[in-house]
C-alpha cells in the first residue's frame, strides 16, 4: 500500500525530512536501539543528553521534562512457547 504525501512548504525548504519520510523509519528506530544497546557509552551519553536537555528548560514546545530511559528492542513473542 503506497500512500502519497502532500508536499508542503516545510518539506520543499527541508528535504532531509523529506527523504526521512519515505524512509522505513521502523526500521531505523531499530537498528538505533540495537547500536544504543550494544555500546556502553551510547548509553552514557543518552542519559547524560537527556539530563543537559532538562536542565536547560526542557523539550520540547511547551518545554517539558523527560524522564531518563533506555531504548529497548521490540521483540516477536511467542506466546505459546512454554509447551
Keep these: 500500500m ?14 532531509l525530512y523529506w527523504e526521512l519520510l519515505k524512509s522505513d523509519v521502523v526500521a ?4 538505533l536501539a540495537m547500536a544504543y544497546q ?3 557509552q551510547w548509553w552514557d551519553n ?6 543537559e536537555g532538562n536542565e536547560n528548560d526542557g ?7 523527560l ?3 533506555g531504548l529497548v528492542k ?3 513473542i511467542c506466546w505459546s512457547s512454554i509447551f
Design 74 to 76: 521490540d521483540v516477536d
Design 2 to 15: 503506497d500512500t502519497e504525501i502532500p508536499v508542503t512548504q516545510a518539506l520543499k525548504e527541508n528535504p
Design 28 to 31: 531505523s528506530a531499530r537498528n
Design 46 to 51: 543518552f542519559g547524560a543528553t537527556i539530563e
Design 59 to 65: 523539550w520540547g514546545d511547551p518545554p517539558e521534562q
Design 38 to 40: 550494544a555500546s556502553g
Design 67 to 69: 524522564h531518563v530511559v
